[in-house]
C-alpha cells in the first residue's frame, strides 16, 4: 500500500468530535485539532554566555571522558554496522567501547546532516505530523506497567488496556499521537507484547506511532509490520515509525538499546535520542551540570545516527527529573527540572534539531491537585519553551508507574487549551474590536453588542471537563469531582468508539505476520 | 511609633520555620523567604508593533470614548478634591461625568510622576517589600464570602476563619503580603468589619497589608489605624498601606471606589488601579480588545493619582476572565485571559508602573485537579511574564466565592517552588560540575561523588506537601490524597501559631479605636 492508496481518511467517534466542535476547532478529517504551531515568540530563558557556556561544556566531555557505546553480537542486528569503526572514520578516538570525540566534531556531524524538522507519516495522512520547527506534537504516556482503572483498582496493566487507551487517544483531538508503549501490556510474554502493540496502534487507531525499542529484532519486526500498513516502497522513502532511545546515563549506550537505534537509524526512521536522567544519580545534582551531560550524551548518539545514514530524522530528548532528598525517590513538576528542559530547549534550537522533553510527570499516585499541579510546572514550561516532540503529555501517574484514564482525559482538556493558546494575540481588525470600543459607552455591558453576537461562539476556550457552574448547580449535579466527571466521559468514549477503517487485506497480513512471529519463539517473560 | 521603634522582628511559627529550612531559605528575621527576584528574562510575548498598537488603541478609547468619574458628595471625604478639575486642569475634556483625554496624556501624566517602584512597609521591617521592578510579591486570596472548612463543609465566613487564615498566611513563608479581605468576616456588620479586618492584620500578623475600600470612612479608618501601628509621622512619610481599587468596567469609576482611591492617593498610600473584566460582558470578547480597554481605564486611574499627588504610589492590577459559553459563568485558567496577562504585562513594563494580576484562579468547587491546573495555568504565565504583585496566590476556589485552607496551603507549596526557580541558573563553577563531569567515568552513577554529598542537602527544592514514596510506602500511610495530607498540615499549623509580639500600648490604642468607631455607628448589614 502507498500513501495515495490509504484508507480514507477516519474521523474519532462522537466525543472526539464534540470536543473538537466545543474548542472550535475544525477536523479537516484529522482525529486531532490540526498543528500546533507557535504564534508567539519561545521563551529564552538562557543567555547567549550562557547557552555558549554549556556548549563549551558539552563538548570538553565529549572530548576528556567520551561516551560508552556498548555494541554487542548478540544484540545488534546481523550485517550492522560497529559504532566504533564509524566513529574512528569520523576523527574520533576509540579506546575498547569508549569514543572520545574532538572538540565541535559532533556537533558538526549533526549540523552538517541532520533535518531540522521531518514528517513522521500516519496512514491517515491529515494525520502525519510535522516534527521540528515552530510546532508541537502531542504524545501520550509511555511505558507504564500499572494501571489505575475506571474502578480505582490499580494493578498490572493488560493487552485490553492497552487497547483501551490507543481507542482513548485516538479519540482526544487534543493528541497528535498514538504513541508507543502507551503501557505495557503485562499479559502478553516480554519478547512477544511488540507485536500486539504495534498491531493495536494500526488497527484501532490512525495516528502515527512509535517501533519497538526492547531488541533489535523487535524493532526489524516494527518496521515489518510498518512495511505492511504503509507499504515497502513508502517505508524505504518516508519516516512512518519514531522510537524511543534513551541513553544509560551518565554517557553509556547499552546493546539493546544501540542494536534498536541502528535499525531504525539505517532505515531512515525516527530517531528519538533521550538521555535519562534522575539528577544527582544518572548525573550531578545541579541544574547547569545535568544540561552539558545531557547536551554531549544526545549529540553522541544523534551523531551516530547521522554516520549511519546521512540526513536520517533525529530528536534530541530528554527526560529528567530531581530527587527527595529524603528518600531518593524521583520527583516531578520541580524548579529544576523546569530551568534544565527550558535550557535545552534553547540549545536544540542552537543545534538545528528537533527537541522532544516535558509531559505531564508527576510523582502522584492519585489524579489528585499534586498530580496536576507537578504536570502543570512541565507542561507550562513546554509551552513557553517551545517543546517540539511532548512525550507523556497525557495519562502519566506515579513517575511513570502507571496511568490513569481519568488523567489521560483530564491532561488532553488541558492541552486542548494549549492548541488554543498557540494561536497566539488575533490582532485582526476584528480582534482589536475597536469598532465597538469606540462605539460602546462607559457603563454599557457588552453582552448585546453586535461584534459580541458575531463573535461569542467561537470567542472562548471551552473545557470539556471543568465545571464552572454555581455552586448551587454543581451541588444538585451530584457536587462530582473533576475526576468523576472524567471517569463517566472516559466510560463513555469507550463506548462510543468507532474503528477507523483499515483495509481487510492489510489488517490480514498483520495479523498473519504477527501469528508466524509468535509461532517462531517460545514465550518469554523477562526482558 | 516610628520604624526604629516596631517590635523585634518575630519568626513565623515551626511549622512555618520547618517549611522555610526544608526549601532551603534562612529566614533572616523575615516571615517569608525574601525578595523574589527574577534572575532570569521576563517572558515577552508580543511584538513591539502589537503593543505599540495595543497603546495605540487605548489612547483612541480614552481621546474618543473617555472615562465616567461619579464623584458623589455622600461618597467622598469632605474636603477632597474633584477628579473633573483636576483633570480639566491638566487638559482634558469634561462633560459632566465624562472626561477625555488628549491623546497621550495620561500616559505622560504617569511616566512623569509615577514611581517605578516602591516599598510597603510592614511593621516588621523584615517583612517589608519592594513592589515593582525585576520582583514579585505573592499575596494571598482576597474577597470570598464562602470558606470551605477544614471539615469540609462550605459556609459563609466568620471573623474566626479571617483570623485563622491571617495566622496560616502569615506562616507561610511563600507568600509576602498578609492581604486584606482575605475572606468576608460575615458575622460582622458591613460598616464594621473593617475595623476587625485592619486589625487582625495588625495583631496576627506582621506583614505587609491592605486597607477598607468600601467607603471612604472606612480607608480613613484604615489609615488612622495604621498610624497608631506605625507612628503617624512614619505613615505620611511612608507607604504602609495599599488598597485595591476596582474599575467598575467598561470605563467606569464608581463613586466608592473613587472615594476610596482619593483617601489612599492623598496619603500616599499604595493604589492598586484594576479593572475587573469578565471578557464578553464588562469588555469586548477578544483578548486584544481587552486589553486596550483595560490599559486605558488604568491608565485613567492611575494619572488621576498623580494628579492628586505626584508622586504617589500606584499600580497597575488587572483581574480578567473568560465566560462559559454554556451559562455566562466566568471560567478561569483559561487561554485567552493568559494571553491578556502576559501582554498587559509587556504594558505595564513600558509604561513604567508595577504591574499586578494573575493569582491560583478556579472555577471549581474543591480542591481538586480542575482547581490546581486552571491555578496554574495563571501562576505559569505569572512567573514567566513578570508579574510585581500576585493577588490571590493561595487559597481562591470557585471563582472567588471562597476559600479552602487546604488549597491556600498547596498554592502555597507551589508558590515555594517558584522562589526557588527564581533563582535561575546556577552558573558558578560548583553549579557547572565540571569538577565532577569530568572524573566521572561512564556508567558510574553520582550518588557517591564528592560533589553530590557537598551539594545535595540543598541540591532540589523539595515540596512539604508532595507524595513521592512508592506506591506500597504510600498505601501503608493511609492512601492519602494531597488534599488530605494539607488538612493534616493546616490543623497542625493552626495548633503550632504564636503571634509576633506586638506593643501593649499600641494594641491597646487600636482596640480602643476600633471600639470608639464601632460605638459611633449603628450595625450596618448592607454595603
New interface residues.
Given amino acids: 500500500m502507498s500513501e495515495t492508496e490509504s484508507p480514507r481518511p477516519a474521523r474519532g467517534g462522537r466525543a472526539a468530535r464534540r470536543a473538537a466542535r466545543s474548542a472550535g476547532a475544525a477536523l479537516n478529517g484529522a482525529s486531532h485539532y490540526g498543528e500546533a504551531a507557535w504564534n508567539?515568540?519561545t521563551?529564552?530563558?538562557?543567555?547567549d554566555e550562557?547557552l555558549s557556556?554549556l556548549e563549551h561544556?558539552a563538548d570538553?566531555?565529549l572530548e576528556?571522558?567520551?561516551?560508552?557505546f556498548h555494541d554487542s553480537e548478540a544484540e545488534r542486528e546481523p550485517g550492522s554496522p560497529s559504532p566504533h569503526e564509524l566513529f574512528r572514520d569520523a576523527g574520533c578516538e576509540i579506546e575498547n567501547t569508549?569514543v572520545r570525540f574532538p572538540r565541535g566534531l559532533a556537533r558538526k556531524i549533526i549540523r552538517d546532516n541532520a533535518p531540522a524538522e521531518f514528517t513522521h507519516h500516519a496512514r491517515n495522512p491529515a494525520n502525519s505530523v510535522v516534527i521540528g520547527g515552530r510546532r508541537t506534537v502531542f504524545s501520550p504516556v509511555y511505558g507504564p506497567p500499572?494501571i489505575r482503572d475506571l474502578e480505582g483498582e490499580?494493578r498490572y496493566a493488560q493487552l485490553a488496556d492497552f487497547e483501551n487507551l490507543v481507542k482513548l487517544i485516538y479519540m482526544s483531538p487534543a493528541l497528535h499521537y498514538s504513541g508507543g508503549t502507551v503501557c505495557e501490556p503485562t499479559d502478553i510474554p516480554v519478547n512477544k507484547r511488540h507485536l500486539d502493540m504495534v498491531y493495536a496502534h494500526a488497527r484501532y487507531s490512525d495516528k502515527p506511532f512509535m517501533g519497538s525499542v526492547t531488541h533489535w529484532s523487535r524493532a526489524r519486526d516494527s518496521v515489518a509490520m510498518a512495511e505492511l500498513l504503509f507499504g515497502k516502497d513508502f517505508v524505504e522513502q518516508n519516516t512512518v515509525l519514531t522510537a524511543l532511545i534513551n541513553v544509560?546515563s551518565?554517557?553509556?549506550y547499552d546493546a539493546t538499546m544501540l542494536g534498536a537505534l541502528k535499525v531504525y537509524a539505517e532505515r531512515g526512521q525516527g530517531v528519538q535520542v533521550a538521555p535519562f536522567v534522575l539528577?544527582?544519580?544518572?548525573?550531578?545534582?545541579?541544574?547547569?551540570?545535568c544540561?552539558?551531560?545531557i547536551l554531549a550524551e544526545a549529540m553522541a548518539g544523534m551523531s551516530l545516527c547521522q554516520l549511519i545514514r546521512p540526513g536520517a530524522p533525529v530528536i534530541f530528548g530528554s527526560f529528567v527529573s530531581?530527587?527527595?532528598?529524603?528518600?531518593?525517590?524521583?520527583?516531578m513538576?520541580?524548579?529544576?527540572p523546569?530551568?534544565i528542559m527550558a535550557?535545552l530547549a534553547q540549545l536544540a534550537r542552537r543545534l538545528g534539531v528537533p527537541f522532544r522533553t516535558g509531559g505531564a510527570l508527576t510523582?502522584?499516585?492519585?489524579?489528585?491537585?499534586?498530580?496536576?499541579?507537578?504536570?502543570?510546572?512541565t507542561l507550562?514550561?513546554s509551552v513557553?519553551s517551545g517543546i517540539n516532540l511532548l512525550q507523556h503529555a497525557a495519562g502519566w501517574l506515579?513517575?511513570g508507574?502507571?496511568f490513569s484514564y481519568e488523567?489521560l482525559l483530564?491532561d488532553c482538556?488541558?492541552i486542548s487549551?494549549?492548541h488554543?493558546?498557540f494561536?497566539?494575540?488575533?490582532?485582526s481588525e476584528?480582534?482589536?474590536?475597536?469598532e465597538?470600543?469606540?462605539e460602546?459607552?462607559?457603563?454599557?455591558?457588552?453582552?448585546g453588542?453586535e461584534?459580541?453576537q458575531r463573535?461569542?461562539?467561537d470567542?472562548?476556550?471551552?473545557?470539556v471537563?471543568?465545571?464552572?457552574?454555581?455552586?448551587e448547580?454543581?451541588?444538585s449535579e451530584g457536587?462530582l469531582?473533576?475526576?468523576a466527571r472524567a471517569n463517566v466521559l472516559a466510560r463513555r468514549m469507550l463506548g462510543e468508539y468507532e474503528a477507523p477503517v483499515l483495509d481487510g487485506g492489510v489488517d490480514e497480513s498483520l495479523r498473519a505476520f504477527m501469528d508466524r512471529r509468535k509461532s517462531e519463539m517460545p514465550d518469554a517473560w523477562s526482558a
Avoid at 64 to 68: A, E, K, Q, Y
Avoid at 279 to 289: D, F, K, R, V
Avoid at 366 to 374: G, I
Avoid at 440 to 447: A, F, I, R, S, V
Wanted: hydrophobic share 35%; charged share 15%.
Fill in positions: 508567539f515568540p521563551y529564552e530563558m538562557g543567555s550562557t557556556r561544556n570538553s566531555i576528556t571522558v567520551g561516551v560508552d569508549r500499572f490499580r544509560n551518565p554517557l553509556v539528577a544527582g544519580a544518572m548525573g550531578p545534582c545541579t541544574a547547569a551540570g544540561i552539558a551531560q530531581s530527587m527527595s532528598m529524603q528518600s531518593g525517590a524521583p520527583t513538576g520541580t524548579p529544576e523546569t530551568l535550557h510523582a502522584s499516585k492519585l489524579p489528585d491537585m499534586q498530580a496536576s499541579y507537578e504536570s502543570a510546572a507550562w514550561v513557553m506515579e513517575g508507574l502507571s488523567k483530564m482538556d488541558q487549551g494549549m488554543r493558546l494561536r497566539g494575540l488575533d490582532m476584528n480582534g482589536q474590536a475597536m465597538v470600543l469606540l460602546n459607552p462607559p457603563g454599557q455591558h457588552h453582552l453588542t461584534h459580541t463573535n461569542f461562539k470567542a472562548f476556550w471551552t473545557s471537563l471543568s465545571d464552572n457552574n454555581s455552586f448547580q454543581w451541588s457536587s469531582d473533576v475526576t
